[in-house]
């Protein structure tokens, strides 16, 4: 069935079932596959996209529940705070097989938004809904600290 | 030195092996048989067939054991998108033949390789005559210690795209050895390598499972059977947890003996776990080169009676190499075990350790073993058992962690030192146990001595990330099999470490070395000593020593 949907300020039309998952809609069809897939039940974080700006598990939320909402995934984040996060990302060489990377950006972006200077404990809570199975976590901590320290200045 | 894909991997423009995208491509699923050497018994696909958007079913025949890398069969749904292929993959009805594996059960194993290591075994590398020493010891120290099978769970679970035109193949998989792919791949197809071009995209992780090729095998047999068309097999969370190769299993028995001076004189170490080798030929029951010198055979202690046995171990999986391989559960249990005896002698664990580790000397394992020495690949006289550089690290991470410090109660440093892939490392773990057991770790400190440093930011981020992973298979890691087949299935019941839980500082300590000193490896031997210097911290916290992995829910 044709569904109507706007992903990063554009608007498609798709072919596919009201059960797709987001996340198979954006890879399989739209061809973004900045958005990963790494369980398909919600407890990675690696497909993070935002549905009207906030952080949302795409593998888990079928199509037919968005609605009129906008997507933005990896490819389309854009502003101050997006950009200091992919700054701080590569200054602190966070990555190492990177394919966790962008829902951990996604999740930063998401934090920052909400919370200018965030402490420990808010990049936990933040945070804990992403797994890094390389476990680069003491620099993602870092380089959202120098992000955070970034937008102040 | 930057790494080049940096600012691809931020902004998600970065290709891994789930993303390769070629015009007219199907996408597949596969149901696999749950045990090894399993197959259809029956099959009715037409509940699958109506879905919208499956194209084909396709059989697939099993690779007989020895398996290696062949893919496993089963029955794949080729469909227009990801999602459709994985709905008709719900929709098969298939019954299984679950072969002579369909009654293997962890539990019932386990007891098999307690059995085998509490009688002689084959003997592996022999000093004196350990017999004679335990016999005539003043006093025996005995322990035994279980470490599960592991899986790598690559954040990137597999996938590949195969296609073929004019005769040529072309492959796109997140393979760690691509020539080894095109051969594999070739021989399943029955054409020359040279028809065959595999281009590996980006891994999301690696850690030894995409070393196996079988995925890649997967796409080109059923684009041979679309005459060609593109495939991409994705392998979902589940199928990557329930058809791995698996991390070993292992069971350890120590048997020290001690003068009147509480000298340790006698060390018999047995280990019975199924080898790699059984994933590649027949009646595999006893570890190879590669196995027995991964921190095993190669135990420098200074004791002048030494044996190492090995238990019989029959598979009932695929076992393959993950990160650090057998030096995992090796560096845990003996490094357990020499913190477990110091306390009985009521020594320091650290000094007690450097007092086993001896004299600063070069040990040589070589005239010892039966089966020839295996030192990484690399030569003895370039990269020898230095018992100095053990020791330095060692006095390098309890210096800078602050050993000896009084702690609150129900906080320990625990140590454990290892060498692995002709690194020396030793990490100091700081633990808090708190209330129902819960564990976390206000930092962690880790030295390392790998020769010259080629990219010290490189080998600090390998340190910080082998300690999470160490953490994860200390306190979660493990797979069982039920019935022959994997229980667990997603992260949802084989957890990984998050950021929360993970070690709040982590500090590496890198042993300074001219270039006259050789470089060695780094991305490994951050593993080994994590567990055990984790365990040894929560016996100093708690008084509860761990003779199992995962540490799971023992505190509580
Ligand atoms: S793929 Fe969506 S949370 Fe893991
Ligand atoms: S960088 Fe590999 S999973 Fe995060």
Redesign the interface.
């Known amino acids: 069935m044709a569904i109507s949907i706007k992903v990063n300020g554009v608007r498609h039309s798709v072919d596919?079932?009201g059960d797709?998952?987001l996340l198979?809609v954006l890879?399989?069809?739209l061809?973004?596959?900045?958005?990963?897939?790494?369980?398909?039940?919600a407890?990675?974080g690696?497909c993070t996209v935002f549905l009207n700006g906030k952080p949302l598990r795409s593998c888990a939320f079928p199509i037919a529940a968005l609605g009129d909402g906008e997507v933005t995934?990896?490819?389309g984040v854009n502003g101050r705070t997006a950009r200091a996060v992919?700054r701080a990302?590569?200054a602190r060489?966070?990555?190492?097989?990177?394919?966790?990377?962008?829902g951990q950006?996604m999740s930063a972006i998401a934090l920052l938004s909400e919370v200018r200077r965030p402490t420990?404990r808010d990049?936990?809570?933040a945070?804990?809904?992403?797994?890094?199975?390389?476990?680069?976590?003491?620099?993602?901590?870092a380089a959202i600290k120098d992000a955070a320290r970034t937008l102040e200045g | 030195m930057r790494i080049t894909d940096l600012v691809d991997i931020t902004t998600g423009k970065a290709i891994y092996g789930q993303d390769v995208m070629v015009p007219g491509m199907k996408f597949a699923v596969i149901a696999r048989p749950p045990v090894l050497g399993g197959k259809v018994a029956t099959l009715d696909s037409s509940a699958a067939m109506k879905v919208p958007g499956v194209e084909k079913i396709v059989t697939l025949s099993p690779t007989p054991a020895p398996y290696k890398f062949g893919p496993l069969g089963g029955v794949a749904v080729i469909a227009r998108s990801t999602w459709a292929a994985i709905k008709g993959r719900e929709a098969l009805k298939i019954t299984w033949d679950n072969g002579p594996n369909g009654s293997h059960d962890s539990k019932a194993y386990r007891a098999e390789l307690e059995a085998a290591v509490k009688k002689p075994g084959k003997v592996e590398r022999n000093v004196g005559d350990v017999d004679k020493a335990l016999a005539s010891a003043a006093k025996v120290i005995t322990a035994e210690y279980y470490a599960p099978h592991l899986h790598h769970a690559t954040m990137e679970p597999p996938a590949a795209v195969a296609r073929m035109s004019h005769g040529k193949w072309e492959v796109w998989a997140p393979v760690q050895s691509p020539g080894q792919a095109r051969d594999d791949i070739a021989a399943a197809l029955g054409i020359a390598p040279a028809e065959i071009t595999v281009q590996p995209p980006l891994l999301g992780g690696g850690f030894g499972r995409k070393s196996k090729c079988d995925f890649a095998i997967e796409a080109a047999l059923l684009s041979r059977d679309l005459g060609g068309t593109p495939v991409k097999v994705v392998w979902t969370r589940e199928d990557d947890m329930r058809h791995g190769f698996y991390h070993t299993v292992t069971a350890e028995r120590f048997e020290a003996g001690l003068d009147a001076s509480n000298k340790v004189v006698a060390w018999r170490h047995r280990s019975a776990s199924p080898t790699i080798l059984s994933t590649f030929a027949p009646g595999q029951k006893h570890p190879f080169d590669i196995e027995l010198g991964m921190g095993w055979v190669d135990t420098p202690f200074d004791v002048p009676n030494i044996r190492m046995e090995s238990g019989e171990a029959q598979n009932h999986v695929r076992i393959g190499w993950f990160r650090s391989v057998n030096n995992v559960a090796h560096a845990w249990s003996i490094q357990s075990f020499v913190a477990e005896m110091a306390a009985q002698l009521g020594k320091d664990p650290k000094d007690f350790l450097l007092e086993l580790i001896g004299p600063a000397r070069v040990v040589d394992p070589r005239k010892q073993v039966t089966t020839p020495w295996w030192n990484y690949g690399e030569p003895f006289e370039t990269y020898p058992v230095d018992t100095g550089r053990l020791r330095r690290v060692t006095e390098l991470a309890a210096k800078e962690a602050g050993w000896g410090k009084q702690l609150p109660k129900g906080q320990g440093l625990g140590i454990a030192a290892h060498r692995s892939f002709v690194t020396y490392v030793a990490t100091v773990v700081h633990v808090v146990v708190g209330d129902k057991g819960r564990i976390s770790i206000p930092r962690v400190d880790t030295a390392i001595d790998c020769g010259y440093c080629v990219h010290p930011e490189r080998v600090r981020s390998q340190i910080e990330g082998a300690a999470v992973m160490g953490l994860t298979l200390a306190k979660y890691g493990q797979i069982t099999l039920k019935n022959g087949a994997v229980e667990q299935s997603n992260f949802n019941d084989f957890q990984l470490v998050r950021i929360d839980e993970s070690p709040l500082d982590t500090r590496v300590h890198i042993v300074d070395n001219p270039l006259s000193v050789p470089p060695s490896g780094v991305g490994e031997p951050g593993v080994p000593p994590f567990a055990p210097a984790l365990c040894n911290a929560i016996f100093a916290a708690t008084g509860k020593r761990i003779k199992q992995l995962p540490i799971g829910d023992q505190l509580a």
Request: hydrophobic content about 35%; some cysteine; proline content about 3%.
């Open positions: 596919v079932d797709t998952p198979w890879r399989d069809a061809g973004l596959t900045g958005t990963k897939f790494g369980c398909g039940i407890q990675c690696a995934t990896i490819e992919q990302w590569t060489d966070v990555p190492q097989c990177g394919y966790c990377q962008s950006v420990d990049i936990d809570l945070m804990n809904g992403n797994i890094c199975r390389c476990a680069a976590y003491v620099r993602i901590r």
